[in-house]
């Protein structure tokens, strides 16, 4: 059994769509981000980062004790070894694969975070910060348009953890005000995925849970660190 430690959002959804394509056991562990959860000390033993996803393996490959893991890149890696599914085995498919996660982790992921909360979030509208994420979150669709015009997938023909960790951040496309339709590829990529099962599983865990209205001070606080940072 897997402890999923997670929240309804995109790095969230990445680890619950590799648990529903794999087919491993899992039992979610709701990480209330606008209460705080994820800066109690039981989480931050489990994530030191005070982020959200993580997983507790309780039945690792070796036998031994629980294994921990934090950050969704990391996480996906580990699942994808314990199964034996959506990475590839030989050299330069795993490499491919491994540099397209990584650039989701490092460009897209962190890039449509920031330009969501200066366009949707941030309560003081700050048009430069909007304009320069915005024009970034356009530079890595092109990236990934350019990919998607010479492979079906991410990271080359078949469908790899690489796609599950983009997809969820090019699912708030519309919520962003990304115009899709000048993206082709991704377009053509994001609605063939659209149409995988375990896939929509994934992303419909804890969509009931979803933050709707207006936020309190205290959960702008919580959710994007207005309050004073501790010490640790």
């Known amino acids: 059994m897997i402890h999923f430690y997670t929240a ?7 680890v619950a769509i590799m648990l529903e394509e794999c087919g491993l056991a899992y039992e979610p562990r709701w990480v209330n981000l606008a209460a705080g959860d994820q800066h109690s000390e039981d989480y931050l033993a489990i994530n030191p980062n005070g982020r959200i996803p993580a997983i507790t393996d309780h039945a690792p490959a070796d036998g031994g004790e629980p294994v921990t893991v934090f950050e969704s890149g990391a996480v996906l890696l580990y699942l994808a070894e314990k199964s034996g599914q959506f990475l590839p085995t030989d050299l330069r498919g795993m490499s491919r694969v491994r540099q397209w996660l990584f650039w989701q982790v490092g460009h897209l992921g962190p890039t449509l975070g920031q330009h969501g909360h200066f366009h949707l979030y941030a309560e003081e509208k700050l048009p430069y910060a909007i304009e320069r994420f915005h024009r970034e979150a356009l530079r890595v669709y092109g990236v990934m348009d ?25 699912r708030t496309w519309k919520a962003q005000g990304i115009p899709l339709e000048d993206f082709p590829n ?10 995988r099962q375990g896939l929509r599983r994934g992303v419909a865990l ?5 933050r709707r209205g207006a936020m309190s001070e205290e959960e702008r606080k919580n959710l994007f660190g207005t309050a004073k940072a501790r010490v640790r």
């Open 146 to 170: 350019r990919q998607l015009g010479q492979e079906e997938y991410i990271a080359g023909p078949d469908y790899t953890v690489a796609d599950m960790a983009c997809f969820p951040w090019v």
């Open 8 to 14: 309804p959002a995109p790095n969230g959804w990445k």
């Open 186 to 195: 991704v377009r053509r990529w994001y609605d063939t995925l659209k149409q």
């Open 206 to 210: 804890g969509a009931d849970m979803a």
